[in-house]
């Protein structure tokens, strides 16, 4: 090990450590799927990688930090070959994203699709009148005890 004066540079991790850490957990996570699935076959394809499909967000062009570990675990579920140069690849660009998809805003109602921004272009009156409406109705409810 290096003799590194300052703590901060010795417990810092890059990205490669980091890639590499995250493959041995997906390893290791992976091993007790295939294990269940020995002793319950159809486990992986029925429960597992549907949870995990999900748990991953793949519909996300850049995933966020936390996708990345389900998304390398979903990918070992396959046949492809997995390094850690994909991985560091795929959290560099976690990174850059800060959590955000490419073209994603900070202000309400920015990041809609697109079929919901032409409903609400249909309807502009509905959205705030939807947000108000709960909160009238709960005045009108009475919660004391009956005796």
Do not use: C, Y
Not at 86 to 95: G, T, V
Not at 118 to 139: F, G, L, M, S
């Amino acid at each position: 090990m290096g003799t590194n004066s300052d703590p901060q540079e010795r417990t810092g991790m890059d990205n490669t450590q980091l890639a590499e850490l995250l493959m041995g957990i997906a390893k290791a996570q992976a091993a007790v799927i295939d294990a269940i699935e020995r002793a319950e076959p159809g486990f992986k394809n029925n429960h597992a990688v549907p949870i995990l499909t999900t748990a991953a967000n793949v519909r996300a062009a850049v995933p966020r930090i936390q996708d990345m570990p389900a998304r390398i675990l979903l990918r070992m579920q396959g046949r492809s070959a997995f390094d850690v140069a994909q991985i560091q690849q795929d959290l560099e660009a976690a990174f850059a994203s800060d959590g955000t998809s490419p073209g994603a805003s900070a202000e309400p109602g920015a990041n809609l699709s697109p079929a919901a921004l032409r409903a609400a272009a249909k309807v502009p009156a509905a959205a705030p009148a939807a947000t108000a409406a709960p909160a009238a109705a709960a005045d009108d409810f009475d919660f004391t005890a009956k005796t």
